[in-house]
């Protein structure tokens, strides 16, 4: 995983940033935030950082100034300008400091990836090229980022599975701290099911294990899995499982009968 140090002085923008862009899906973690220049240069000298993620504007120290000051001192640290400033000087000077894109934050949430895919190839293409280990590096970030996905995923279920009868995804969303969006999104790509659908296969599975059970009426179960409104249980068991569960129930004793 490459470091990436966040520079704003909006902490609403970095909070932002860190909580609902999945940095961790295309390679990059963060190292730290940083309200200004300064305290950006401050913090590379002391911590390893691949790139910096910076606005322009900023009190103290400007993304300017800090770009300048890191090409004096020949860094390797790669720049990304995060400005919601479209104006074609800055984009000159960022140029000529070696910053390797211009983004303005009203942008669309894809672009940003897309910058951020294009330095990470130029990072791993550097690293192949001082040391050929460099794809055992990557493959070893890959396997880091799925175990991560895993561990979300495994939680996400575990939480599905003991809150059922009222869970919703911006529950989730908070227990893993990722956006809802994001976490529908990558519960779908893990999966290969929908969050809803998911929650409806533990919710169902429930169901038919409550209508097993004799002591428990329809009403009931339909309560205990989530369903307020028996009706609409009802419709979503009878599509669900071919029967309804009246007719379940019957099939059941029926069974236990021969």
């Not at 322009?56 to 890191?70: D, R, S």
């Not at 599905?160 to 990722?178: S, T």
């Not at 329809?218 to 009706?231: Q, W």
Request: hydrophobic fraction near 35%; include cysteine.
């Amino acid at each position: 995983m490459y470091k990436l140090l966040l520079v704003d002085d909006e902490y609403e923008i970095r909070t932002g940033l860190c909580q609902y862009f999945p940095w961790d899906e295309i390679g990059f973690e963060i190292a730290g935030q940083a309200e200004h220049g300064k305290q950006a240069l401050d913090f590379v000298k002391s911590h390893t950082v691949d790139v910096i993620l910076c606005d322009i504007k900023m009190p103290v120290m400007t993304g300017i100034e800090l770009a300048e000051e890191l090409q004096k001192q020949k860094s390797k640290i790669k720049i990304i300008f995060f400005s919601g400033h479209r104006d074609f000087e800055y984009a000159q000077k960022a140029l000529s400091f070696g910053v390797k894109s211009y983004v303005v934050k009203s942008t669309k949430f894809s672009e940003l990836v897309n910058v951020f895919k294009k330095v990470k190839d130029e990072l791993d293409q550097e690293a192949y090229a001082t040391d050929p280990s460099g794809k055992e590096q990557a493959a070893e970030d890959a396997e880091e980022v799925q175990n991560f996905y895993d561990r979300v995923i495994l939680t996400i279920k575990n939480h599905i599975k003991e809150h059922y009868q009222d869970v919703e995804l911006d529950d989730v969303a908070r227990l893993v701290h990722m956006h809802p969006n994001y976490v529908s999104k990558l519960f779908k790509k893990q999966t290969g099911q929908n969050f809803s659908d998911y929650l409806l296969t533990v919710r169902m599975e429930k169901a038919v294990e409550l209508l097993k059970d004799v002591r428990y009426r329809t009403f009931d179960v339909s309560a205990i899995v989530g369903y307020s409104n028996v009706k609409n249980f009802t419709r979503r068991f009878k599509s669900y499982y071919g029967k309804s569960p009246r007719a379940f129930r019957t099939n059941e004793n029926v069974n236990r009968e021969e």
